[in-house]
């Protein structure tokens, strides 16, 4: 049976709890730090997190769970960056924080399920489960996905044989 992915493999409901994401460049990342925790502050710093592009941190409770993810993002195509950012963390749902525009969000959002989708026809077993992120109210998941779908289909699947 070939593995499918559905709009709810990339995309959780708005009532999900989420790992924030706060994509950054430097200068953000500067004020961000002057007004975070300290503790959160000072994780990123231990981690070598300067809001460079492709920076990643990950900011952890007093308990360990994963409280935050930091990503660094250049000035220019800043969504774009976020692209590959789902395969590098943790399986769970994810919500972008922060500074992005709604435009970025939107775009991050395609290129979130376009990072993660694989097209499944000839698989015979799911790989890594893909992260889920919750999209704000103004993005339909069910759209975004059809995107992804008809821009990652091989051409011979993507019209039927004449």
């Given at each position: ?6 709009p709810e493999d990339f995309y959780c409901p708005p009532e999900d709890a ?22 959160d502050a000072a994780q990123a710093g231990s981690q070598g997190f300067t ?112």
């Amino acid at each position: 049976m070939p593995v499918t992915q559905k709009p709810e493999d990339f995309y959780c409901p708005p009532e999900d709890a989420c790992t924030p994401i706060i994509a950054l460049d430097k200068k953000e990342f500067e004020a961000w730090s002057k007004n975070a925790d300290k503790t959160d502050a000072a994780q990123a710093g231990s981690q070598g997190f300067t809001g460079a592009e492709g920076d990643l941190a990950y900011i952890t409770g007093s308990n360990g769970d994963l409280t935050a993810v930091l990503f660094g993002l250049g000035a220019v195509d800043r969504a774009a960056k976020l692209g590959g950012l789902a395969a590098k963390l943790p399986e769970g749902n994810y919500e972008f924080e922060g500074t992005l525009s709604q435009d970025e969000t939107a775009q991050a959002a395609l290129y979130w399920a376009t990072g993660q989708y694989r097209f499944g026809r000839y698989l015979k077993k799911p790989g890594k489960a893909p992260r889920r992120l919750k999209l704000s109210s103004s993005l339909d998941g069910k759209r975004t996905h059809t995107l992804v779908i008809d821009f990652s289909r091989p051409r011979p699947d993507q019209h039927p044989a004449q």
